[in-house]
């Protein structure tokens, strides 16, 4: 019996899981049908000629253009400003057919009387761009395919641009050239192409965060799953390079990369040495944004090649930048460029990397969490801020996870006794999510939240330091704020001296139970030196690990 029910719920779970799962997938096909209608083929064009002194008529034979198109340039149409002379036709095609210098056919379009209208550019586009090795001279053929209800005329200049004959097809020249746009690129069909890659990874969270729920799962397997599936949702609709900082989050993984495969990484003007295919996507601003950037990416990250490891090609990037801690994103730009990939498949290994870092401490901050704040824990994680840094090169990622786990095991261990493991975690998170970011360096004071007594080893309750009687848990909490304190002292020396005395003496006031006048006496003895000069030299002259141990070993 107990059996049947458990199959009843699992079956029951698996089919609410798939429907609200397809319920996404239908919501992601709508979403791509209103991004289509209002994004989709939209063009974006560059001017050739911008002279409009004439209108010619397009005759019986039509008209032949000659348009210069330089190595490089993509080609995704041409645009024409058109006058049908103050009229309103009901009737009329026009055909426009492009041809590169072999005389091979890259454009044919058409346009009629529901999209050429009086005084307005129409373009005429192709799904795909022809782009050119070498400069060349595209010949554009303008006819009518059938009669239109009066004369159709083009805008021209009164004399021929360089390089840019009007004539008539197999006839004379004009002595003009067409006022004309090049579209260099083209959102077709892209929008709803986007919605529907999106449709896998959303689906996939969906299911997931419905079946584990359903089932009951533990919220620290709840947390890696769901946030895997949408933090790489994350790294589709964050386009490359415009997450804050990233074009210096991505040198500073590069060169750690760069280090580890035992090259060197920058040239003698401290200029980071690329791979040859990562050359052109290197820079110093914030990368596009908007449907093109999607498209773009999309494209390169299937038909770019890659190169082999070897750093050959110089940059203007400078080596040394960013702060903080880049391993992750380091191991999967490193894996990356080991099997040869291309830039933006280097640049997903290296987000999915820090992803996968962010997702691991979050779970650990879960399990850590006491039970009643665990959702609290597991729906901060969840979050789309954080979530989006996580499918980042931003090492903010990694000083999050570890912010959350350090908060979670202080929370925990103000209501429990803490066993060994537990307090070398606590010394550990510690001293991790101190040198991070010195915003989060007052983070640390947390520890403080933890009565000593749940701190203290069992067979040695109390301590002697300097003739005093303190709670053995007090050796954890200077062995956990110490090295927090010299990062503070190394970005701030001078506040941080008053800094530590004040809250040493703050925290022997709260757990000593000696006099107020013995109170007064030690506490103003901390706030003047020699006492703790040595750690604080310790921490700016050696290393907080060494300072910490110190410590310890002065208890």
């Not at 995704?76 to 210098?101: C, D, I, P, W």
């Not at 009387?113 to 009086?118: A, G, H, K």
């Not at 403080?448 to 005093?468: H, M, Q, R, S």
């Not at 003496?505 to 757990?511: A, E, I, L, N, Y």
Request: hydrophobic letters at 45%; glycine letters at 8%.
């Amino acid at each position: 019996m107990q059996q049947n029910k458990k199959f009843l719920r699992v079956l029951c779970s698996l089919l609410a899981a798939a429907l609200a799962a397809w319920c996404t997938v239908l919501l992601c096909r709508w979403v791509g049908y209103d991004l289509q209608e209002r994004l989709g083929d939209t063009p974006s064009y560059e001017i050739i000629n911008d002279d409009y002194s004439q209108i010619i008529d397009i005759p019986a034979e039509g008209l032949t253009q000659a348009m210069p198109l330089k190595a490089g340039q993509p080609f995704y149409g041409v645009r024409f400003k058109f006058s049908t002379h103050g009229q309103l036709y009901k009737s009329g095609m026009t055909m426009v057919e492009a041809y590169n210098e072999a005389g091979e056919q890259i454009l044919f379009a058409a346009g009629n009387f529901l999209n050429i209208w009086d005084d307005t550019f129409t373009e005429f586009t192709c799904n795909e761009a022809y782009i050119p090795d070498h400069d060349e001279t595209l010949t554009i053929r303008l006819y009518n395919e059938s009669a239109w209800d009066g004369p159709l005329g083009v805008w021209a200049s009164e004399g021929e641009v360089s390089g840019m004959p009007l004539s008539v097809t197999d006839g004379d020249t004009l002595n003009a050239t067409m006022a004309m746009q090049r579209v260099s690129d083209f959102t077709g069909s892209w929008p709803a192409a986007l919605a529907a890659r999106l449709q896998k990874p959303l689906a996939a969270a969906v299911f997931i965060s419905v079946l584990l729920a359903m089932l009951h799962a533990p919220l620290y397997l709840f947390v890696p799953a769901v946030g895997l599936a949408l933090g790489v949702t994350f790294t589709y609709v964050t386009p490359a390079l415009v997450a804050p900082d990233e074009y210096t989050h991505l040198a500073a993984a590069y060169e750690l990369a760069s280090t580890w495969s035992g090259q060197t990484a920058a040239d003698e003007d401290g200029n980071l040495l690329l791979r040859e295919c990562d050359a052109a996507h290197f820079g110093t601003k914030t990368g596009d944004i908007g449907v093109l950037a999607y498209k773009n990416e999309a494209i390169a990250e299937t038909s770019e090649p890659g190169s082999p490891d070897v750093l050959t090609t110089h940059s203007e990037v400078k080596a040394g930048q960013g702060s903080g801690s880049y391993l992750a994103q380091a191991l999967g730009i490193r894996l990356a460029r080991a099997q040869g990939k291309n830039f933006y498949t280097m640049l997903l290994y290296g987000r999915l990397a820090n992803l996968i870092l962010y997702l691991l401490l979050a779970a650990l901050a879960v399990w850590l969490a006491p039970t009643s704040l665990r959702g609290l824990f597991a729906c901060v994680a969840l979050l789309p801020m954080p979530l989006q840094l996580a499918a980042s090169l931003s090492p903010d990622a990694a000083v999050l996870g570890l912010v959350f786990s350090f908060t979670a095991l202080c929370l925990r261990l103000r209501g429990e006794k803490a066993v060994w493991w537990q307090k070398i975690l606590l010394i550990v998170l510690g001293g991790l999510t101190a040198p991070g970011k010195a915003i989060y360096l007052p983070v640390i004071l947390l520890c403080l939240l933890i009565p000593a007594e749940n701190l203290t080893y069992d067979g040695n309750p109390t301590v002697k330091f300097l003739g005093e009687e303190l709670p053995g848990g007090c050796c954890i909490h200077a062995a956990t704020l110490v090295p927090a304190a010299g990062w503070f002292w190394r970005r701030c020396w001078g506040g941080a001296c008053w800094l530590l005395r004040c809250c040493w003496c703050w925290h022997w006031r709260r757990t000593s139970s000696c006099t107020s006048a013995q109170r007064y006496s030690s506490g103003a003895k901390w706030l003047l030196p020699p006492y703790w000069w040595w750690a604080l030299w310790a921490e700016y002259t050696l290393s907080p690990t060494w300072a910490a141990g110190w410590t310890l070993i002065s208890f």
